[in-house]
């Protein structure tokens, strides 16, 4: 049983700054990844940012230089930092999560509820 919960969405003006956060808890031996996804109405869902255990980072190219993705010290939470927003980065933001709960067990991916990220002026 593995939960994952984000926070920190909202309503913020072109050019300002959001911190989205994600806990994951619950039968976890070991987490290899963690990642935001985003999907905006009428659009596919995209990777936005992800964090391997090792601390490599991917980046969609829409965000690079804007958003920075990074891991909490107990390694259970991950952060998206989204600066300088645009309106174009409206849509819901999940939080993804690779994790095993043994290490006989396979890894699989768990997925948050998602937060609403609506940038408008």
């Known amino acids: 049983q593995v939960q994952l919960v984000e926070s920190g969405g909202g309503l913020v003006k072109p050019g300002a700054s959001l911190r989205l956060s994600c806990a994951a808890s619950?039968?976890?031996?070991?987490?290899?990844?963690m990642g935001w996804y985003r999907q905006a109405p009428g659009k596919q869902r995209e990777l936005v940012a992800k964090?391997?255990?090792?601390?490599?980072?991917n980046y969609a190219d829409s965000v690079k230089g804007r958003f920075t993705i990074s891991r909490g010290n107990a390694k259970n939470t991950a952060y998206l930092q989204m600066n300088s927003l645009k309106p174009e980065d409206t849509a819901v933001y999940y939080c993804?999560?690779?994790?095993?709960?043994?290490?006989?067990?396979?890894?699989?991916?768990?997925w948050g509820q998602g937060t609403q990220v609506t940038v408008s002026s």
């Open positions: 993804n999560a690779e994790i095993r709960s043994a290490l006989t067990y396979p890894w699989r991916d768990y």
């Open positions: 619950g039968s976890i031996f070991r987490i290899n990844a």
């Open positions: 964090i391997t255990s090792a601390s490599s980072t």
